[in-house]
């Protein structure tokens, strides 16, 4: 379970990096706090909610899919 987690944060740390925006500017684009985007990334943020996921996939302009696999 925990390795699912961690694929989420590490997908959005890599799509992030695509897009060489920060953590603070993704949370802009996403309209989330900045610390939603950090725990997420560590790992510290056991189930980010569908709404959150979604929200960040959008900003970053991929599909829920392809940040849960």
């Known amino acids: 379970m925990s390795n699912e987690k961690s694929t989420i944060g590490d997908n959005i ?3 992030r990096n695509k897009l060489g925006i920060s953590q603070d500017q993704l949370s802009k684009k996403a309209d989330l706090a ?3 985007i950090a725990k997420i990334e ?3 943020t056991p189930n980010p909610t569908i709404d ?3 929200k960040i ?3 970053l ?3 829920l899919d392809v940040l849960m696999k």
């Open 13 to 15: 740390k890599k799509y």
């Open 52 to 54: 959150t996921v979604k």
């Open 42 to 44: 560590a790992g510290s």
């Open 57 to 59: 996939a959008d900003a």
């Open 61 to 63: 302009g991929v599909s």
């Open 34 to 36: 900045f610390h939603t």
